[in-house]
């Protein structure tokens, strides 16, 4: 195995998945401006996450529906307009 070829610096950072809200405190490399207070009262970086196993179809075993930038609408808005143009 290679030497020094790991990060050095793990800390302790809560990671949240905005698409459900659920958090969850790991140790990362990661760093954040924010902060949040967790359980023990003691304050974290935390990172905001836009999908995580808690949410991702593949773990969950549902099909669920993550928009978090609302691309599905800007999608459905451009190919509705096109499909009018070619109707008439």
Not at 16 to 21: A, L
Not at 62 to 73: F, H, P, Q, S, Y
Request: no cysteine; hydrophobic share 25%; charged share 35%.
């Amino acid at each position: 195995m290679k030497k020094d070829i790991h990060p050095k610096g793990y800390k302790m950072v809560v990671f949240k998945d905005m698409s459900n809200g659920i958090s969850f405190l790991s140790r990362s490399t990661a760093s954040s401006k924010e902060t949040v207070k967790w359980e023990d009262g003691n304050e974290y970086p935390l990172i905001k996450l836009e999908i995580s196993n808690t949410s991702h179809p593949f773990y969950t075993g549902k099909n669920m529906l993550v928009d978090t930038a609302g691309r599905i609408e800007k999608f459905r808005k451009r190919y509705s307009k096109k499909k009018e143009e070619t109707t008439e």
